[in-house]
C-alpha cells in the first residue's frame, strides 16, 4: 500500500509550494505539485502605461527581479518595434550575467548544499585533513589548517549552546547523506563565504541599475547614461569598480563554486541515475551579442531538445499560437471556453472565479484542481527549463564552450552523459553554466569599454517613446532565460495602454500541476523512483526539487496519509 505524505511548504526556495507524494516499498510512486499562492500581477496591469509594466512584474519575485524586467521591456519594445543601442544591450547583459552569478552560488551553497551538506557530521572533521583535501581541489587562499579548525570551534560553540542558529532544524544524521566530516567542514566553511561574496556582486546592479535587489530599466535602453568624467553617470571609477567585481565574481566561481561542486557530486554518482523525469527540454536563449533579433548570436541558444535527442534541436517560436499554450484542467481557475481549453498568453485569461475546494485541507484534490499555478505546453508536449535545458540545448547545437565544459565535468567525475538526465545532472549544469557566464561577463564588459572609447556612449533610443507614435493596437513578446529557465511575457496594447498581459515563467513549466491529457509537469514526473529512506525526514524529496530551485516560503508540515501531523521544521 502507498502512504502519502505532504511536504508543505517546501523550504529554502522563494514562494510557497506543496508536494505530496505515493510512497511505496521505499520510493516515490506518484506525485503533485501545488503552487498555493496567488499571483495575480496581470490583473493589476490592465489599463495601465505599457512603459511602467517592468516596474510592476519585477516585484512579482524578490529574487529574478532583474530579468522580469527585462522580459517586460522587450516585450513592449517588441510590441512598438523599438531597437536599442548597442551599449544598452551590453548593459542588459551585464546585469543578466551578474544576477545568474548571485543567483546560482546562493542557491548552491545556501538553499541547496544541505541537502548534501550533513552540518553536524563536520564537528568531527580533522581540519588538517579539510586543509588538504581544500588544496588538493582548489588554488583557493582560505584553506589552512587554522582557518578550519577556528571554523570548527565557532560550530562547536553553535551546537553546545543549542542555538545552530542557521544550521537549526536540519535532517542532520540522515542516512542519505554521504559526505565525510571532512568535506562537509569545507562546505559550512564555503556556506559562510558565499554569504559574504554575495554582498558585493550585487554592488553591480546598484551601479548600472540605481538599486538591487529591484534596478531600473527602461523601455529603449537603459537608465545610466555613459560620462566618463560625471560623477552622477556611469564613469571612470564605476566601469573600474564592475570589472573589479567581475573578477572577483569569476574567481570565486573558479575556486570555490565549481571545485566544492564536482568534489559533493563525487560521493554522490548514484544520483545521476535519480530524478531524470521528463525528457524533453526548452530554453528560449539569452545574451545577444549582435542585438535581439539576432537570435542566432545568442550566448545561450535558443532550441527545443525532444526525447533526450542530443542530435536534433527543435525551434521554438513565442509567437506560435500553436506552439505555446496554457491550460487549467487541474488550476484553480477558469476559462470562457472551458477547462480542457489550452490559451496561447496573447490571449490568457486570469479568471479566479473558480469556487472548488482551496486551502486548508488535508490532502490535495488530485482527481481535481489542486494548484494557483497553470499548466503550459510545447506542441502539446511537458517540458523542462532551466539550467541543464540551457546547457543541453548549447551542447546538442555544438557549441564548444559548452562542450568543453560539459565534458570537463563528466570525465572529473568519470559519468557518461546520460548523467546530466538527473537531479544531480540539474545541480552540475548551474554550476557550469556559471563558469560559462563569469567569463562572458568579462567580454561583454570589454565590449562595452571598447564602445566608450571608440565614441559611442548611446544608452537610450527615443524615436517612438511617446504614446502618439505608437499604432492604435500593437502586441508583442519578451523572451529570456531567468536563473531558474525560460521566461516570457506577453502583452496586448490597445489605444497606448495595457489591454492583455501574461507572464509564463519557468516555475510554471516546471512546477504545474497536470495537464488535461493527465501528463505530468517536471516536477511531478522527476519525483517518480526517488528513493525515501525515511516518510518522516523526506530529504531525498528535498533533493530533486530543490535542483530545479523552484521560485512561486517557511515552515515545513509532514503528514502521514491520513493527514495526521508528524513533524515540523520552522527554519529550515
Not at 53 to 70: I, K, M, Q, S
Not at 156 to 168: A, K, P
Not at 286 to 293: E, T
Not at 481 to 490: C, D, Q
Request: glycine share 8%.
Amino acid at each position: 500500500m502507498a502512504k502519502r505524505i505532504v511536504v508543505d511548504p517546501i523550504t529554502r526556495i522563494e514562494g510557497h509550494l506543496r508536494i505530496e507524494a505515493e510512497v511505496r516499498d521505499g520510493r516515490i510512486v506518484d506525485a503533485y505539485s501545488s503552487g498555493t499562492m496567488v499571483r495575480g500581477i496581470e490583473k493589476i496591469l490592465k489599463g495601465r502605461d505599457p512603459r511602467d509594466a517592468w516596474a510592476f512584474t519585477e516585484r512579482v519575485c524578490g529574487v529574478c527581479t532583474t530579468v522580469h524586467a527585462l522580459a517586460s521591456v522587450r516585450s513592449v519594445e517588441n510590441a512598438l518595434d523599438i531597437v536599442v543601442p548597442p551599449n544598452a544591450e551590453l548593459i542588459r547583459n551585464l546585469m543578466f550575467t551578474t544576477q545568474y552569478m548571485h543567483d546560482h552560488v546562493v542557491h548552491f551553497y545556501h538553499l541547496h548544499a544541505l541537502d548534501w551538506v550533513d552540518v553536524v557530521s563536520a564537528l568531527k572533521a580533522d581540519p588538517a585533513e579539510t586543509s588538504r583535501i581544500a588544496m588538493s581541489i582548489s588554488h583557493w587562499p582560505r584553506s589552512s589548517t587554522g582557518y578550519f579548525s577556528d571554523l570548527r570551534k565557532r560550530l562547536t560553540r553553535f551546537v553546545e549552546s543549542g542555538q545552530l542558529g542557521i544550521f537549526r532544524n536540519g535532517y542532520w544524521g540522515h542516512k542519505a547523506y554521504k559526505l565525510p566530516p571532512e568535506v562537509n567542514l569545507l562546505g559550512v566553511a564555503h556556506y559562510l563565504e558565499a554569504l559574504e561574496w554575495q554582498k558585493d556582486i550585487v554592488k553591480i546592479h546598484t551601479i548600472l541599475g540605481g538599486k538591487n535587489p529591484h534596478p531600473n530599466y527602461l523601455v529603449g535602453g537603459v537608465p545610466c547614461p555613459i560620462n566618463i568624467n560625471e560623477e552622477n553617470a556611469l564613469n571612470n571609477e564605476r566601469l573600474s569598480m564592475i570589472k573589479r567585481l567581475l573578477e572577483q565574481a569569476k574567481t570565486f566561481v573558479d575556486q570555490v563554486y565549481i571545485p566544492d561542486l564536482l568534489a559533493v557530486a563525487s560521493f554522490y554518482k548514484d544520483w545521476g541515475a535519480i530524478g531524470g523525469g521528463l525528457k524533453n527540454y526548452m530554453a528560449y536563449g539569452d545574451l545577444p551579442v549582435s542585438g535581439i533579433r539576432d537570435t542566432s548570436g545568442f550566448k545561450f541558444p535558443r532550441g527545443i531538445i525532444m526525447g533526450r535527442n542530443l542530435n536534433e534541436v527543435l525551434e521554438v517560436d513565442g509567437t506560435d499560437a500553436d506552439q505555446i499554450q496554457e491550460f487549467i484542467a487541474h488550476s484553480w481557475y477558469e476559462y470562457e471556453e472551458g477547462d480542457k481549453t489550452g490559451k496561447h498568453p496573447w490571449d490568457g485569461e486570469t479568471n479566479f472565479n473558480f469556487t472548488g475546494p482551496r486551502p486548508p485541507y488535508e490532502q490535495l484534490n488530485v482527481e481535481g484542481k489542486y494548484s494557483w499555478l497553470k499548466t503550459p505546453r510545447w506542441k502539446g508536449n511537458p517540458m523542462e527549463v532551466g539550467p541543464l535545458a540551457r546547457m543541453l540545448v548549447g551542447y546538442a547545437s555544438g557549441r564548444d564552450e559548452f562542450k568543453e565544459v560539459i565534458g570537463y565535468a563528466l570525465s572529473q567525475l568519470d559519468v557518461p552523459v546520460e548523467a546530466l538526465f538527473s537531479t544531480l545532472g540539474r545541480t552540475a549544469a548551474r554550476g557550469l553554466e556559471t563558469k560559462l557566464i563569469s567569463g562572458w561577463a568579462l567580454e561583454f564588459y570589454d565590449q562595452l569599454i571598447n564602445n566608450i572609447r571608440n565614441g559611442d556612449t548611446r544608452t537610450f533610443n527615443n524615436e517612438k517613446w511617446e504614446p502618439k507614435m505608437w499604432p492604435s493596437e500593437a502586441k508583442g513578446v519578451g523572451l529570456s532565460e531567468a536563473p531558474r529557465g525560460a521566461l516570457a511575457h506577453w502583452i496586448r496594447i490597445k489605444d497606448g495602454l495595457i489591454e492583455n498581459y501574461q507572464m509564463v515563467v519557468p516555475s510554471t513549466w516546471n512546477a504545474s500541476p497536470r495537464d488535461p491529457k493527465g501528463q505530468r509537469s517536471a516536477y511531478e514526473e522527476a519525483l517518480l523512483g526517488t528513493p525515501v529512506a525515511d516518510t518522516e525526514k523526506p530529504l531525498e524529496i528535498l533533493r530533486t526539487i530543490h535542483s530545479f530551485d523552484p521560485c512561486i516560503a517557511c515552515a515545513v508540515h509532514l503528514y502521514d496519509e491520513k493527514g495526521t501531523y508528524v513533524h515540523q521544521i520552522q527554519v529550515f
